[in-house]
């Protein structure tokens, strides 16, 4: 079975779309927000908050313990993807400002929304937007209702695109970082490093499933998923994305370097791969944009796939995963093999090894489970097919009445 999804990368060109046909739409359509959505938003921003101040928190725990590398690299783990974020919303201002879609900002709103504090400025006006659309709901005044989930709609497609890579490429390398920090002996865990693990394992968590939910409230032509169905796709990317992360960081606590220059040309080929055969419509104002977008994207491969654009996505996953499970095992291996004696008769030495294979399949099993059962356009598809059944055994019902009338003919 082949399935086209919607993802990151063509979100925006996706919205566009329904932000042209929100107007044309009759007073039956659904574009209602409910408490859900408010009680989302709000969650993302404490989250996004919590992992800044965790990762800040423990950088300074380094500084103030001398640990100066160990704090150099902490804090080029967080400033490192800001950058990337900032060229980010720099493209998705320009491309917003070129349609027309957005007014043109002063230098202290670009300055302040844009360069120092852009997810937190943007989650505050999604949750603006959010509450005026259900004010306007609460009013029954459709036209304002309409507005406000436009602008609603367009905010979130932005969080969603910015959020994901933020996601791929601050938190899952801050892990990497810490645990292979932990595992190399140095010192034992401390409370700033707990602190910024489960922070940021949190802030991964919630930006995968609050990413999958706005591609589907920005498809007004089909069903949102459900929550079981969010729950199935959030804990496949999840335990894909832990899978990948142990498996990293055992290796690296051992051959850091190395590690560095194998991953990195893993990502590089991967973005050359997309730049090549599958760029995407997004940030393709120059040949220089889209390179560079290209070789984001491939490192967010490192830890998991997203499709640069909407294509049929069985040997795409197929592939993906097979070289992402061998690479895993590699790295189990040459954990085994070079590890200390002392380390292997550690309690965690054996749960570290099964973490770093198991999750791996069970994100697979995830996967399989939510394209066959919780898929959106099957889900659909069953709606449809049940209302037609259910139309056919009323004519059936209808038809063997016996207080009908029969024909004598």
């Not at 380094?62 to 590398?69: A, Q, S």
């Not at 844009?114 to 009013?139: D, G, H, M, N, S």
């Not at 560079?292 to 998991?304: D, P």
Request: with cysteine; net charge neutral; charged share 20%.
């Amino acid at each position: 079975m082949e399935v086209n999804t919607e993802t990151d990368a063509t979100l925006k060109e996706r919205v566009n779309d329904i932000l042209d046909s929100l107007n044309a739409l009759p007073d039956g359509d659904d574009i209602d927000v409910n408490k859900c959505d408010i009680l989302f938003t709000i969650i993302s921003i404490a989250s996004r908050v919590m992992s800044i101040i965790s990762t800040l928190l423990l950088a300074l725990h380094y500084f103030h313990g001398d640990k100066v590398h160990h704090f150099t690299w902490t804090m080029c783990c967080f400033i490192i993807p800001m950058f990337v974020t900032m060229f980010l919303q720099l493209s998705i201002y320009s491309e917003d400002r070129r349609e027309g879609a957005i007014r043109k900002l002063n230098i202290f709103e670009i300055f302040w929304s844009v360069i120092i504090f852009p997810i937190v400025f943007r989650y505050w006006k999604t949750l603006i937007y959010t509450l005026k659309c259900k004010r306007a709901e609460f009013r029954n005044d459709r036209e304002e209702q309409k507005k406000w989930y436009a602008r609603l709609v367009n905010e979130d497609s932005d969080v969603a695109l910015v959020r994901i890579f933020e996601c791929f490429l601050e938190a899952a390398p801050q892990k990497i970082l810490q645990i292979s920090i932990i595992l190399s002996g140095e010192e034992k865990i401390s409370t700033p490093q707990m602190l910024s693990l489960c922070s940021s394992m949190f802030s991964m968590a919630w930006c995968i499933a609050s990413y999958h939910r706005c591609i589907r409230l920005s498809q007004l032509d089909k069903i949102n998923i459900s929550w079981i169905g969010s729950i199935v796709q959030s804990s496949w990317h999840l335990t894909i994305t832990v899978s990948r992360i142990l498996s990293i960081a055992i290796v690296a606590s051992l051959f850091p370097k190395l590690t560095l220059l194998c991953f990195s040309i893993h990502a590089i080929l991967m973005g050359l791969w997309v730049f090549i055969f599958d760029r995407s419509p997004f940030c393709s104002n120059s040949l220089i944009h889209s390179l560079f977008f290209s070789l984001i994207l491939g490192f967010v491969f490192i830890f998991n796939y997203i499709l640069p654009k909407a294509r049929p996505t069985r040997y795409r996953y197929a592939t993906f995963y097979s070289i992402c499970f061998l690479e895993n095992i590699i790295c189990v291996v040459l954990y085994v093999t070079f590890s200390k004696e002392e380390d292997k008769q550690e309690d965690y030495f054996l749960i570290l090894c099964i973490m770093s294979i198991v999750p791996f399949i069970v994100g697979v099993f995830f996967m399989v489970l939510y394209y066959l059962w919780f898929h959106p356009n099957l889900v659909s598809r069953r709606i449809y097919h049940d209302e037609e059944r259910e139309k056919e055994m009323q004519i059936f019902s209808s038809s063997a009445d016996p207080a009908a009338p029969v024909s004598t003919a």
